[in-house]
């Protein structure tokens, strides 16, 4: 077998068999097989595909390349409720904070191997270890005991997991071909299920501050997810969601945990569920209304709840007794975390500078880009440019308003924290064109755009 016939073989949009894509990927990950060859390969995927099988055998064959995480001693492997969910990344998008303690407490139980911070999007990781002491270091052994005591556990992807992903991510980012969705769904699915889960649901975003840009091209990843998915003969559901928005009130590190620690205390927002779908309001109403979805999807997904309306039932009545809220602090615990230490810091900003962002007329806010205001955070020092940066706790952007509102000229709409007053000045000319008023009320999207199963 030669690595130029399956290249020559994929340029002519034919479908590669087990064998094929198994001597690729062993070839590159053992240095047998030269990046000008694999380079040549992932740019005929680009071009030409990859079918739902071809995919599923890619997605098995990165799995095989390196350690799986060993979850069979818990009692929810036996049951087959181990489920993960995976966001395809927005700007304050802090739902894993919320949502695993919350399913957790519904009895399904959560490996959650998440990422960092880059670019404009925050990492789940980065916001966890603003809190004092929280380690996201965690062995496989470690992280299994966590999971079987408190029911979820969150650790960042080790070396030794899916190495053929990373090597191939690295490629794909300097040949152009890291938009392939055949190639953007085995990466996501090698890492989640190598991690151990039996089950994901995936928040797909669309819009100014997601990867992908429109409703169409989130559809196209959520139904290349769900479908390689049901080829590996896993449960996965996807729900579409909208990012043109920052979700939530808060974006940043510690901001974030601190709107987290809100939501879990049933503050700053509301759910009715309407025509069998919640509905949420409040400050945090948007985060919520994504957050009580996703954890209702996934308690379906791993079997704990019957459908839908009973999983609803059982994602508000953990919120509501105050059960999500006991894992998230045994959580914090169990990872190192000192509570005292945090809940001290909530809505401290001792030695920051603040600015606001307001409003240049009266009318409706229109518009609030949320790519602009993910990339300021950055500028403010939450975020990096550079996988090497590092990041500040406690800076970062509050959201005081969003789309569709009433303001008034003067009233401020954005309030930024830092560390030097210089860095409020990049970022305040970043956003200068991040914000519209209108005269009229703006058509404002709903945040669940849909569900693909």
């Excluded at 992932?42 to 799995?63: D, H, P, W």
Aim: hydrophobic share 45%; net charge negative; charged share 25%.
């Amino acid at each position: 077998m030669r690595a130029i016939d399956i290249i020559m073989k994929k340029r002519e949009a034919g479908e590669l068999n087990e064998a094929e894509i198994s001597f690729l990927i062993n070839g590159y990950v053992d240095g047998s097989i030269p990046e000008y060859q694999v380079s040549a390969f992932l740019m005929a995927v680009f071009f030409q595909g990859m079918t739902a099988r071809e995919t599923s055998v890619l997605t098995n064959k990165m799995i095989e390349s390196g350690s799986v995480i060993d979850l069979s001693g818990l009692d929810a492997y036996r049951a087959g409720a181990l489920v993960d969910k995976h966001s395809t990344g927005g700007v304050g998008d802090k739902v894993s904070l919320i949502l695993a303690p919350m399913v957790a407490a519904a009895g399904a139980q959560v490996p959650m191997m998440s990422g960092r911070g880059l670019g404009h999007t925050g990492g789940t990781l980065d916001k966890l270890e603003s809190i004092p002491g929280y380690s996201t270091a965690l062995d496989p052994r470690r992280f299994a005991e966590i999971i079987a005591s408190c029911g979820f556990a969150m650790t960042g992807q080790s070396k030794d997991i899916v190495p053929a992903d990373k090597k191939l991510y690295a490629l794909r980012d300097v040949t152009a071909t890291v938009e392939s969705v055949p190639l953007i769904t085995a990466s996501i699915l090698s890492k989640k299920f190598a991690e151990g889960a039996q089950h994901l649901v995936f928040d797909v975003k669309y819009g100014a501050g997601a990867f992908m840009k429109t409703d169409a091209d989130a559809r196209i990843l959520a139904e290349s997810l769900v479908r390689t998915g049901q080829e590996l003969g896993r449960g996965v559901t996807a729900v579409i969601t909208n990012m043109d928005v920052p979700l939530g009130s808060m974006v940043g590190n510690f901001l974030e945990v601190e709107e987290s620690i809100a939501c879990l205390e049933n503050r700053d927002w509301n759910c009715d569920i309407v025509g069998g779908v919640p509905k949420v309001t409040g400050r945090s109403g948007d985060l919520m209304e994504v957050t009580i979805t996703l954890s209702a999807w996934m308690l379906v997904v791993s079997g704990i709840a019957a459908d839908f309306a009973e999983a609803l039932d059982r994602s508000l009545s953990v919120l509501a007794d105050g059960s999500a809220r006991g894992k998230f602090w045994e959580n914090v615990a169990l990872q190192g975390g000192d509570r005292g230490a945090a809940e001290k810091l909530v809505g401290v900003r001792d030695g920051l500078t603040v600015r606001d962002i307001s409003a240049p007329a009266t009318g409706f806010l229109s518009r609030m880009n949320a790519y602009k205001v993910g990339s300021a955070s950055v500028i403010l020092g939450a975020g990096r440019n550079v996988a090497s940066d590092d990041v500040l706790p406690d800076v970062g952007i509050e959201v005081l308003h969003k789309p569709g509102e009433k303001v008034d000229a003067g009233q401020p709409l954005l309030r930024l924290f830092a560390r030097e007053e210089s860095a409020l000045d990049r970022a305040e000319e970043y956003l200068a064109d991040a914000l519209d008023i209108s005269e009229d009320p703006p058509r404002i999207p709903d945040i669940i755009h849909s569900v693909v199963q």
